[in-house]
């Protein structure tokens, strides 16, 4: 299966970036610093992919299982190292979930499921980051 994507110089460090499908998004990255931006860097992209591969595959495994989910919610903490490329060293993922007949081993059978075998970006990331993972329950 091919995939483009297109990504038009705008201003500044600002781009477009613009799918196969013509979905749009902006892309933006400081000059100095926790300097101002416009939008995501492509590092928040980066974290922003995983947790909602990692999202989109947890709320397909508990409805497989006929649990009803009123929310979830996948939170990104990451470490970057000093020393160029800036690459993440560690990710830990955190998901609140609520819902419906939700017990824990269906939510750790979930999140395992979507970090070893479904989820894209881990699977992209997991040779060059410590991703980590843990939930909660919110009744």
């Not at 110089?9 to 499908?21: H, R, S």
């Not at 000059?31 to 995983?50: N, R």
């Amino acid at each position: 299966m091919s995939q483009k994507v297109i990504a038009h110089w705008l201003e500044n460090y600002t781009f477009v970036g613009k799918t196969d499908k013509h979905k749009s998004i902006i892309i933006d990255a400081a000059t100095v610093p926790d300097g101002d931006t416009v939008a995501p860097s492509p590092m928040d992209l980066v974290l922003l992919g995983l947790t909602g591969c990692a999202g989109i595959d947890v709320k397909l495994i508990l409805g497989k299982s006929k649990k009803s989910i009123s929310r979830l919610e996948v939170k990104a903490t990451a470490e970057r190292r000093d020393e160029f490329p800036r690459i993440f060293t560690d990710i830990h993922l955190h998901f609140s979930v609520s819902g419906e007949n939700i017990d824990e081993k269906s939510v750790a059978r979930a999140v395992k499921l979507s970090a070893e075998k479904y989820c894209s970006v881990s699977a992209m990331l997991e040779n060059t980051v410590n991703i980590t993972h843990d939930y909660t329950i919110i009744e």
